[in-house]
């Protein structure tokens, strides 16, 4: 069977978002006078969507909890210089659509943030598409964005395949019956 579609996580996976990530939280959180280290966040809640972070840690107030996310997506920005392409699979990526193929974003980021991102590193038009957690009712570990995207281009499981680093996307990426690769970026 012939692969015809890419489908990528960003954060962690197109690009080393990590630190990045991690710091604006633990500014925002300490904002509000909540403590979390580099460490903690890399081993706990790496991967996680910000409301099941934010629950994790015991916020689960929702005003609190929108007050920090906005504040997290308001200080994101100022910590670009952090982030790095993940250039051999961007390059990769740029080959397999040259020659016909479609590549999709699929994250559980916020769309604001892996567009700003995206623009930050000069791919914003290098892509076929992106989904969010926002475009599905289930999120990862459930399969369902990448079941959508792969409805939306029109092709089967056998013909995609899925790159992610986390744990929970890698559970989503089995799930979907697609073949997948796991990528390690340094956090």
């Not at 409301?51 to 997506?73: A, H, N, W, Y």
């Not at 990526?93 to 590549?103: H, I, M, P, S, Y």
């Not at 916020?110 to 700003?116: K, L, Q």
């Not at 459930?142 to 992610?164: N, R, Y």
Request: aromatic letters at 10%; proline letters at 3%.
């Amino acid at each position: 069977m012939e692969i015809k579609l890419l489908l990528l996580d960003f954060d962690g996976t197109v690009a080393n978002t990590g630190r990045a990530n991690a710091t604006s939280y633990i500014e925002a959180l300490a904002e509000e006078g909540i403590s979390i280290t580099m460490d903690e966040y890399r081993r706990k809640y790496f991967g996680l969507r910000c409301p099941e972070f934010l629950s994790d840690i015991g916020i689960t107030d929702p005003v609190q909890m929108k007050r920090i996310r906005q504040r997290k997506v308001e200080i994101y920005p100022t910590h670009f210089d952090m982030v790095t392409l993940n250039r051999p699979l961007w390059d990769f990526v740029q080959q397999f659509r040259a020659n016909g193929g479609k590549a999709m974003i699929v994250s559980t980021g916020h769309i604001d943030n892996i567009t700003n991102v995206m623009r930050y590193l000069g791919i914003e038009n290098q892509i076929d598409g992106l989904l969010s957690s926002d475009d599905v009712l289930l999120s990862k570990p459930h399969p369902d964005c990448f079941l959508k995207a792969m409805e939306m281009v029109g092709v089967t499981a056998a013909e995609t395949v899925i790159f992610e680093d986390s744990e929970i996307g890698l559970e989503a990426a089995k799930a979907s019956g697609a073949s997948y690769f796991k990528v390690e970026l340094e956090f």
